[in-house]
């Protein structure tokens, strides 16, 4: 079992709609979560961070993270196609407790 | 701060040569992170730092690789021999205490 999990997509999303993109990891001592947007050719680019059960928003970014479930997810409201990237998803803590892991990553595709 | 600094941009090589890949962290910044990132794989993490010191290098593929962090304010990866499946996005990552991590422009390494 990988340690952090995601649908690598593509996930395709017209203008405007909510785009909800899930995250599941394998540490339950995990602490810290992380969403990191990547465009073509770029380096990751911290979008939200959580680390409490529950929802946090920052502006159209609305993370969530369920520690029972071991499940973490975000939600881009209003999409534009400026979204349009790669969404990685990280855990930090547990048993690594500086170890920073990603996901494999989910395409997102806003469509005009 | 200039933000996490990696050299070279680019790196063309031929199989069985050396290389060495080098980053500057940001500046007081006490965890320094050694990811490599491809289509197949995602963005697998090589190694981490604290201090200067090795934490966990259980992400390093075989002894072809090695990473050295002298001080507080420069580490190098190195291969050798290099081999055509190291072709890859290397990319080094700092962060300070619990805060996130971030991200350098990334070497693009090819392997001929």
């Known amino acids: 079992q990988k340690e952090v999990e995601q649908n690598s997509g593509p996930l395709s999303v017209p203008e405007g709609a909510i785009a909800s993109l899930n995250c599941t990891y394998s540490?339950?001592?995990?602490?810290?979560f992380f969403w990191y947007r990547q465009y073509s050719g770029k380096s990751p680019e911290l979008i939200m961070s959580i680390y409490s059960n529950g929802d946090k928003e920052d502006g159209r970014f609305t993370a969530q993270l369920n520690k029972a479930s071991q499940y973490v997810s975000l939600l881009i409201r209003d999409s534009q196609p400026s979204d349009s990237a790669t969404y990685l998803c990280?855990?930090?803590?547990?048993?690594?407790?500086?170890?920073?892991?990603f996901g494999q990553g989910t395409r997102l595709t806003i469509n005009p | 701060d200039a933000g996490v600094i990696q050299s070279p941009r680019h790196e063309v090589t031929e199989m069985g040569q050396e290389v060495t890949l080098r980053c500057k962290p940001i500046s007081g910044h006490d965890y320094l992170f050694w990811y490599r990132q491809t289509m197949m794989r995602g963005l697998e993490l090589l190694i981490y730092f604290n201090n200067n010191v090795p934490i966990d290098d259980s992400g390093m593929p075989e002894d072809r690789f090695s990473a050295k962090m002298p001080n507080a304010s420069f580490s190098t990866l190195k291969i050798q021999p290099s081999e055509p499946r190291d072709s890859a996005v290397y990319f080094c990552a700092s962060h300070q205490g619990y805060t996130e991590a971030f991200f350098g422009q990334g070497t693009r390494l090819t392997v001929v």
């Open positions: 990280a855990v930090k803590g547990g048993q690594g407790a500086q170890k920073l892991v």
């Open positions: 540490d339950r001592g995990s602490q810290s």
